[in-house]
């Protein structure tokens, strides 16, 4: 993939941050906080430009506290390893995004998003469900999962409004959509692209190259089973959002394997609305 002319054109299109493969390091320590030394964690977190600033600025004042927090250290102690790594990836998504609007002029991100989140929700739901993963992992992995429709956004916004485009007036499935426009490419492999770039977790970067194969055979298996559903459950709240009458079929399959009723998945089709309004309030301040 590295030398895909879809990869060129983004890493040539001037619009790509950089982002120290030390965040990727102080995740792995994240995702494992007993095993990490937490200062070694927090240096690794302060090369990431503006995250100390942000951190420190949402629990200041936007969280009831006794007293201030004045320094990194200070933040991740109070937050703990599930909520900074939750944040962190939340800001690093963010941070693609200048001014949040993204660049594409059809493609809604902030509309998008929503679905990031209704994922997240989904995924962590079905998680404390089968009990197969991490719940606070994968509502983790879920604001991060779709991170190459981000880099699209940002670096190739005309490939992507073409891409949705093709999804709205001529309904066109949106991976068969971004394999025309993308020489064959997808937002998958993009994803995957640039988490090995950041140097993230090799569990991360499995989810967001895999969880349209949820058949896929992987380490992180149960992880993208789990992700494929949510992800099939927000797809069709996002479908609402737009006004389309579209409905995104899911495996029955992999929701035999996951051993989940339908019943269940109704009940959170029916949560998500109200719960992503919810998280997205908490996510805004970021």
């Known amino acids: 993939m590295q030398n895909h002319p879809i990869i060129k054109q983004i890493q040539q299109s001037g619009y790509m941050p950089e982002i120290p493969r030390a965040f990727g390091e102080s995740l792995n320590m994240l995702l494992e906080p007993w095993e990490y030394r937490i200062d070694e964690c927090i240096s690794k977190l302060s090369t990431v430009p503006g995250l100390e600033s942000t951190l420190i600025h949402i629990l200041n004042y936007n969280a009831k506290l006794n007293r201030e927090i004045l320094t990194l250290k200070d933040a991740v102690v109070y937050l703990g390893a599930k909520n900074t790594r939750m944040i962190a990836i939340a800001y690093i998504t963010r941070l693609l995004l200048p001014n949040r609007k993204g660049r594409a002029e059809i493609f809604d991100n902030k509309t998008y998003w929503k679905h990031c989140i209704g994922t997240s929700i989904a995924a962590h739901l079905i998680a404390d469900e089968t009990g197969l993963c991490?719940?606070?992992?994968?509502?983790?992995?879920?604001?991060?999962?779709?991170?190459?429709?981000?880099?699209?956004?940002?670096?190739?916004p005309q490939h992507l409004d073409k891409i949705h485009t093709m999804q709205?007036?001529?309904?066109?499935?949106?991976?068969?959509?971004?394999k025309i426009i993308l020489n064959g490419?997808?937002?998958?492999?993009?994803?995957?692209?640039?988490?090995?770039?950041?140097?993230?977790?090799?569990?991360?970067?499995?989810?967001?190259?895999?969880?349209?194969?949820?058949?896929?055979?992987?380490?992180?298996?149960?992880?993208?089973?789990?992700?494929?559903?949510?992800d099939s459950i927000s797809t069709n709240y996002?479908?609402?959002?737009?006004?389309?009458?579209?409905?995104?079929?899911?495996?029955?399959?992999?929701?035999?394997m996951l051993n989940i009723s339908k019943e269940f998945i109704e009940e959170i089709a029916e949560k998500l609305p109200k719960e992503v309004e919810r998280v997205n309030r908490v996510i805004e301040y970021i």
């Open 134 to 156: 991490d719940k606070d992992k994968m509502f983790t992995y879920g604001l991060i999962h779709d991170i190459g429709i981000t880099v699209l956004d940002i670096c190739l």
């Open 168 to 178: 709205l007036e001529r309904g066109v499935h949106h991976i068969a959509a971004e």
């Open 185 to 230: 490419a997808t937002h998958t492999e993009i994803g995957m692209w640039i988490c090995k770039e950041w140097g993230l977790p090799q569990e991360i970067q499995e989810i967001v190259g895999c969880h349209h194969s949820p058949f896929v055979d992987s380490e992180s298996a149960n992880e993208i089973r789990v992700m494929y559903l949510a």
């Open 238 to 256: 996002y479908e609402r959002l737009l006004g389309t009458e579209k409905t995104f079929i899911y495996s029955e399959r992999i929701r035999n």
